[in-house]
């Protein structure tokens, strides 16, 4: 760095301490972007800044704005890492990521410095991004099943925590989906998005005949789903799977506690792991219809092996299918009838509580303008 350049930036900042000591604080990208044209105005020597541009307010941090750093579509750099992102098919992706896991690093400057001052093209940033479109796509194939606009379409996908913290979310009236890092990082997460996915969905039916916005009231979907799961609650108790399914090595079906109706769509028997069906209507669609899209011959296989159990689950199970075969089909879930006798079906549906809010750690990812870094960065001249 130049004397000169030394010198700009030091009433760069020099301005930015002024305006903190005088002013009150305002968090918004506004303020920022107006504390950022005050301290630029502030760096030409003997520079005038009028006293009402001084006094306006400032947010408690300021720091460097997000930038278009290809591959990602905008990137936010932090003292301690990047938080990255991908917009593509209205789906929006984040995922922070420490320096030292991208492989930047300096021994000269700083490494949000080495960051900003490089390529952006680390091999390893690449192939994160290339992971960061497949989410977003295959996140964009569960949008598309729902109807353009509504809230529960899943706007944000944030990689954040370990398998406890994935699960469908909203944030600030939309939809959002917390997929772990363990299953990011291994690309193993289209099983998990066709299932929170699902959730979306369901979430959307069991909403949509009140016409109002926030009302809890089902459609014919929502109610005939809670229907069969109330029904299939009384089927024969059989063990939960612990593995894929095997005709050759069938899961075991004595001296269980969950009904056969609900297991035989358990995510593990179609994905290897996970799923909860038997918890309530909306477990059971998620994993239902997770396997219906993923993997719909082992998801029939495990359905038929289980009917063998109990010869009430074969019809319905066969209306099940015929239903997951209409979802995102405007014209056929339209001709769709409410039960004969619905009071099992809402009872069923008044134990399925909204998508909790996402507020406790993916603060940087929710709002990535409140991640501590530098305020300012000057790469040196050759």
């Not at 020597?45 to 460097?64: K, T």
């Not at 069969?228 to 001296?255: C, I, N, S, W």
């Not at 059971?284 to 396997?291: E, M, Q, R, V």
């Not at 089909?329 to 079906?345: M, S």
Request: aromatic content about 8%.
């Amino acid at each position: 760095m130049t004397p000169a350049e030394r010198w700009r930036m030091l009433r760069h900042e020099a301005v930015h301490r002024l305006q903190q000591l005088h002013t009150s604080r305002e968090e918004t990208a506004a303020a920022r972007a107006g504390a950022e044209r005050l301290a630029q105005q502030g760096e030409e020597l003997g520079r005038w800044l009028p006293r009402a541009d001084v006094l306006r307010p400032v947010p408690a941090l300021l720091a460097y704005p997000p930038q278009q750093y290809a591959p990602f579509t905008q990137v936010w750099i932090g003292h301690a890492g990047l938080v990255g992102e991908v917009v593509q098919s209205q789906v929006t992706v984040r995922t922070f990521s420490r320096y030292e896991d991208l492989g930047v690093s300096s021994k000269q400057t700083s490494e949000a410095n080495a960051y900003a001052c490089g390529t952006h093209q680390a091999a390893t940033i690449t192939a994160q991004v290339k992971k960061m479109t497949e989410v977003a796509d295959a996140t964009a194939n569960a949008n598309a099943k729902l109807p353009a606009g509504v809230a529960q379409r899943i706007a944000l996908v944030v990689v954040f925590g370990d398998a406890s913290s994935a699960g469908y979310r909203t944030h600030q009236g939309k939809g959002l989906m917390v997929l772990d890092k363990e299953s990011f990082e291994k690309g193993a997460f289209a099983d998990m998005i066709a299932h929170e996915g699902a959730h979306a969905i369901f979430e959307f039916h069991a909403t949509a005949g009140g016409g109002k916005a926030g009302a809890r009231v089902p459609d014919p979907l929502a109610l005939r789903v809670a229907d069969l799961f109330a029904r299939l609650a009384t089927t024969t108790l059989v063990p939960a799977p612990t593995g894929k399914f095997d005709p050759k090595a069938p899961p075991p079906v004595k001296d269980g506690a969950q009904p056969a109706g609900h297991v035989m769509v358990s995510d593990t028997l179609w994905s290897g792991t996970g799923g909860h069906p038997w918890e309530n209507a909306d477990e059971f669609f998620a994993s239902a219809y997770g396997g219906f899209l993923r993997a719909p011959a082992l998801l029939k296989a495990s359905i038929a092996f289980y009917a063998k159990r109990d010869a009430r689950i074969a019809p319905l199970a066969s209306d099940l299918l015929d239903l997951l075969g209409k979802v995102g089909k405007p014209k056929e879930l339209g001709a769709l009838k409410r039960p004969p006798k619905p009071a099992a079906a809402e009872q069923e549906l008044a134990k399925v509580n909204p998508p909790p809010e996402f507020r406790s750690g993916g603060g940087w990812l929710l709002d990535p303008s409140t991640m501590p870094g530098p305020d300012r960065i000057v790469c040196l001249t050759p």
